[in-house]
């Protein structure tokens, strides 16, 4: 693995309240890590503290390639995106992408292509002589995104890049992330959109209450130790076989009238358990899944004080 940053014992203390404590992790060249954690987590804390808009109070961090950090244009390797819409406003579309391009170094008619690739990647190549004061909301997230990643740079720090877009637009955007990993970019991304993290993220970075809970491989943290038996009735769930349900040995969502899953542990007898519903219900028809992101997620901050 090529090291691309390390934190190390990193902490950050706002006042009498420590938002960071003790983060220590290394994310190598290629990384695509979703950033989880429930509202207070530190999520923005550390973006912004490794973007350097955050002042730490202990530890370091630090680029494993020096040249990273003594270019003499500070964002020419970076590309992000902070939780709020910042935007230049009494502008047009594509001078808010010129001026990320000249941050990062790229003048002329370098910069003028540039934007074009960016603007079409988003969607707004026929809106990029606008005023963004006249644009929606998930356009101005657009010109956000565009401005951040027109300069093709080596790390993507991502807060909440796909509030306001539609499904297909913030599909395609995660599309383009992959991709960018692929070649070895790195990208650290935090969502509220935990199915879209499933379906592009390689890595999980998940915290609590400040500190890492953990940090590692998406299949390692999605639960392997359970799997969830899928019913449809016959007919509509009675109140006598709700409350057979509601009191059964292992957890039980009911979906709706005539459906619901039973999480079984992976070395339980899954015909055995099978024969004991259908002894109370009428079952259809019947399919196994494994638990996904989002629900191992909410397994797992379900006992967060």
């Known amino acids: 693995m090529n090291c691309f940053l390390k934190m190390n014992n990193v902490s950050v203390r706002y006042d009498d309240v420590i938002a960071l404590k003790d983060i220590t992790l290394q994310i190598n060249k290629g990384d695509f890590i979703g950033l989880l954690g429930s509202n207070g987590a530190g999520k923005s804390t550390l973006i912004n503290s490794i973007v350097g808009f955050q002042e730490i109070s202990l530890g370091e961090i630090e680029y494993c390639d020096k040249d990273l950090i003594v270019s003499s244009q500070p964002f020419a390797h970076l590309g992000f995106t902070p939780q709020t819409t910042v935007i230049d406003f009494y502008t047009t579309v594509k001078d ?18 540039l934007c074009q690739i960016a603007l079409e990647i988003v969607g707004l ?41 539609d499904t297909e637009s913030a599909e395609k955007f995660l599309m383009y992330l992959k991709d960018k990993s692929l070649e070895g970019k790195t990208i650290i991304i935090s969502s509220h959109d935990i199915n879209l993290l499933e379906k592009f993220c390689k890595k999980i970075l998940f915290l609590q209450n400040g500190s890492i809970s953990f940090f590692g491989d998406m299949r390692d943290f999605v639960d392997n130790s359970t ?17 057979f349900l509601e009191n059964f040995r292992f957890k039980v969502h009911i979906e ?6 039973i999480e079984v542990p992976i070395e339980e007898n899954i015909l055995d358990v099978i024969n004991e ?19 191992s997620y909410l397994q797992r901050i379900g006992g967060e004080k």
Do not use: W
């Open 96 to 113: 808010n992408v010129i001026l990320g391009l000249n941050l990062a170094g790229k003048f002329g008619k370098n910069a003028e292509k």
């Open 125 to 165: 190549a026929d809106k990029k002589n606008n005023l963004v004061e006249t644009l929606s909301g998930g356009q101005l997230q657009r010109v956000q995104i565009a401005r951040a990643i027109a300069h093709n740079p080596d790390f993507y720090i991502l807060d909440e890049p796909t509030v306001g877009l």
């Open 227 to 243: 799997i969830k038996l899928n019913f449809s009735m016959q007919n509509r769930i009675s109140r006598y076989q709700i409350e």
């Open 256 to 261: 709706d009238n005539d459906s619901f899953t």
């Open 277 to 295: 519903v259908g002894k109370a219900c009428e079952i259809k028809n019947f399919s196994t899944s494994k638990l996904t992101l989002q629900e």
